[in-house]
């Protein structure tokens, strides 16, 4: 069994409208990942979503502007890649969708043989959320048509990085 691990595809992020827009290359890998989630769905992986839910005094925000504010709009997932009911949805605040989550839990109960990850931003929370499933050992593949950075140069280095220094593999 294998997951699909599909990192903050969500209207604050993938629409124009959005609060932190990863702008128009980015809205290329959505049907990409909708072919990923039909064939995970019909092979029996799960596919377990990762979404950022904030606070409205996130202290990230101190960062970057106010986004994906729990029960807002532009928290949700967008529409052309809506879960259904067997899949797993896990909210985070962090980077990282391993920091104060369920993730751990739910991925030691799993056991996929291998983690599928797709989603944005390349360099932000695909690379830290990437970087702790290698410290646990899981192994990744990164879809390089899946993933996708507001920052194309943040977006390469995040790709190699992933590759030589987590042992992920790129594809
Ligand atoms: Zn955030």
Do not use: W
Request: glycine letters at 8%; aromatic letters at 8%.
């Amino acid at each position: 069994m294998d997951v699909l691990l599909v990192v903050d595809m969500l209207r604050d992020f993938m629409t124009k409208e959005g609060a932190l827009y990863c702008g128009d290359d980015a809205g290329g890998i959505i049907p990409f990942i909708r072919k990923k989630i039909d064939d995970c769905r019909k092979s029996g992986c799960r596919v377990v979503y990762v979404c950022d839910s904030h606070r409205p005094d996130d202290k990230e925000f101190r960062m970057f502007a106010p986004h994906c504010v729990k029960g807002t709009r532009g928290a949700e997932i967008i529409d052309e890649l809506k879960p259904e009911a067997d899949d797993i949805i896990i909210e985070k605040t962090r980077f990282s969708a391993f920091y104060g989550t369920g993730l751990d839990e739910t991925l030691k109960e799993l056991a996929p043989e291998t983690v599928f990850v797709a989603g944005v931003c390349t360099s932000i929370c695909v690379m830290d959320t990437v970087g702790d499933l290698r410290n646990r050992d899981y192994r990744v593949v990164v879809y390089k048509d899946g993933v996708a950075d507001f920052d194309p140069q943040a977006h390469e280095f995040a790709l190699k990085r992933m590759a030589d220094v987590y042992g992920a593999e790129v594809a």
